[in-house]
């Protein structure tokens, strides 16, 4: 089953407005990551924020982390037509197994 | 370093043939991660190994699926014989067990198996 739930399925915008996407997930975790996945290719880590962490920034990169809601904001700003791709959050409970959402599909239109 | 590296990048077979996915993972790295992605089921672990040594197959299949780890530097993932359900996307992923740095896999690029 999987642990990390994306909302929305799919999010369409224009070059430079920003994207947000969220994550829910249900048990404890140590950590929580965001993953990049172009179309064709393999995943690319983005950010991993730990679970004492409320917010992290990585360039055009915005990650939030609730425990108490058990949920995750990916904001990617000043979007790009290379920002369009498939997002995941993954979830790290024990060390080894991550477990991955089912994805928001980003396409950002010039 | 190159990466991980997955061979082939694309395979057609025949239902009821044999099929082996290899992966090279990066140099170092103590766990190497095989994973199915569909459209239906999205991003499914299938087994994980540390330090060669298999940690968790429950995700994998059925007993025609079969993974190995012979030396640091190379992993296998064998379905045997194939069927068409099988057509996915197979990655395979590594990743270094240091403290405070996480479970951040990198991953390849993926095999690409359609089975007719």
């Known amino acids: 089953s999987q642990q990390g739930e994306e909302d929305p399925q799919a999010l369409s915008i224009q070059e430079g407005e920003n994207a947000t996407m969220n994550c829910s997930y249900k048990?404890?975790?140590?950590?929580l990551q965001w993953y990049r996945q172009n179309s064709g290719r393999g995943l690319v880590h983005l950010i991993l924020?730990?679970?004492?962490?409320r917010e992290k920034h990585s360039g055009r990169l915005r990650v939030t982390l609730d425990t108490s809601k058990k949920s995750s904001s990916l904001l990617i700003t000043a979007s790009r037509a290379a920002d369009t791709a498939s997002y995941f959050c993954?979830?790290?409970?024990?060390?080894?197994?991550?477990?991955f959402g089912a994805g928001t599909q980003v396409v950002v239109t010039p | 370093d190159a990466g991980v590296i997955q061979s082939p990048r694309h395979e057609v077979t025949e239902m009821g043939q044999e099929v082996t996915l290899r992966c090279k993972p990066i140099?170092?790295?103590?766990?190497l991660f095989w994973y199915r992605q569909t459209m239906m089921r999205g991003l499914e672990l299938l087994i994980y190994f540390n330090n060669n040594v298999p940690i968790d197959d429950s995700g994998m299949p059925e007993d025609r699926f079969s993974a190995k780890m012979p030396n640091a530097s190379f992993s296998t993932l064998k379905i045997q014989p194939s069927e068409p359900r099988d057509s996915a996307v197979y990655f395979c992923?590594?990743?270094?067990?240091?403290?405070?740095?996480?479970?951040?896999?990198?991953f390849g690029a993926g095999t690409r198996l359609s089975v007719l």
């Open positions: 992923a590594s990743s270094l067990s240091r403290e405070g740095l996480g479970n951040i896999q990198y």
């Open positions: 993954a979830t790290d409970s024990s060390w080894g197994k991550l477990q």
């Open positions: 048990t404890s975790i140590n950590n």
């Open positions: 924020i730990r679970s004492n962490e």
């Open positions: 140099s170092g790295h103590d766990y």
